[in-house]
């Protein structure tokens, strides 16, 4: 009896199960376009005020010539970070979650992959209400939920053929995103901008009115940012025809135009005016309408990267589901949430996504890249690996007590452990850095002392 043929284009995208090859298909231009697309949201546009007042309580600023400088600083060391997470998925063609079996084991992968699941269908539902928010700018008002609901079914059409529409991106969108961005900063300038340097919230604190206290908790903000894409990465990477292709794209193309976006995005802060919508400065300039509908059309991709890596994800739980039955599922999902919540716990969100996922890449990269290879298991019964998850806990512990946050309960009992330990935070101290560098030496140091035991 002769092997079932396999149609080509079947070759040519993802697999629908976790025990199906992943094809290596995708070249460095095309997940550069990828990345590149992602790293242009309308996130970075209304979210610029993140930067400006990162402590969201409506008080103290840094000024915009400050806000850029942290949002530089955060997106490069995040775009750093997210090309070492692209590695792992391109040199095993595993996705992201099912890697962290060899990092922690079979079963204790499941927690992080449910802290995963749980913050994609968060960004996933953040990225629609953006774009309805978007949509009913553009168009002067309407019915926001039709706008929703068509984004949401744009969104499920898309993670269907995931390879594809990767591929789509680098041919047809990315050309429309270069040229709209080009448009609105040649626009922007031509309108004025204010002094940059002025501090709107605060006066004094150093050069450009900065304070420093803020300044980093303004870096941890836009780092987080990249860091939300960081647990996906070898979702798209495991395609990479290489693994160089894959970190010069994570790494360069996402940062680059994540720069370029919010750099964008703080501009039009310094241009608008109260009366406005946070998307009037692009809609008031000339044919802005026109390349703005670029921007809200290609938002999509956003969404779909979500959605689809949540789909992969839940295959670490459920192996044989077939990731379109899942794709479905949560399209309708995100669609309903996003028809329900708004956008006013951004900031608390995105702390929490970095005091999570900063530590965790800090243990993966100390662990992978500092450990032998063949020492990878990522069977189903991969064995337990409880020193990494204490490693891990050990970052997010300090994660924690440098930048609590803004979430309610959980803020609250890391405000006591400051207290209880008489910590208080210097200027200088970034949590993002240093909660890396902590799972970083506790993960090197956990494993140097597993392969003494072992050798003796």
Known sequence: MSAPTIDRSERREAPLTLDQPAPK????WDQSAFWANLGVSLFAFSGAYTVLAPNSDG???ISIAAG????????VVGGLMLGLAAVPGAKTGKPAMMLLRGLFGAKLSYLPTVLNIAQLIGW?????IVIGDAAEELFDGGPHWVYVVAAGVLTTVLTIWPLGSVRMLRRFVTVGVVIALIWF?????RAGLPDLTTNPGTEGGGPFGVDWNLFWVATDAALAVSISWVPVAADYTRHSRGTGAAFGAASGAYAFTQIIAYVLGLFALALASGDGGVYSPFL???LGAVFFFIFVFREADQSFANVYSTAVSIQ??????????LSIGLGVLITLLALRLNMANYFGFLGLIGSVFVPLLGVLVADFFLRARDQWDTSADAPSRWGMVFAWLVGLSVYQLINPGAAGVWTDFWVDVQEKLHFTKQAWMSASLLSFLAAVVVAWSVGRVSMLRKSA
Request: aromatic residues 10%; charged residues 15%.
């Open 25 to 28: 298909v995708l070249s460095f």
């Open 59 to 61: 008080g103290a600023q």
């Open 68 to 75: 850029i400088l942290a949002m530089i600083i955060g997106t």
């Open 124 to 128: 996933g539902t953040f990225e629609l």
């Open 185 to 189: 900063y040649i626009q922007f300038v």
């Open 284 to 286: 008031t300039v000339t």
């Open 316 to 325: 670490n739980l459920a192996p044989r589901v077939d990731r379109r039955v």
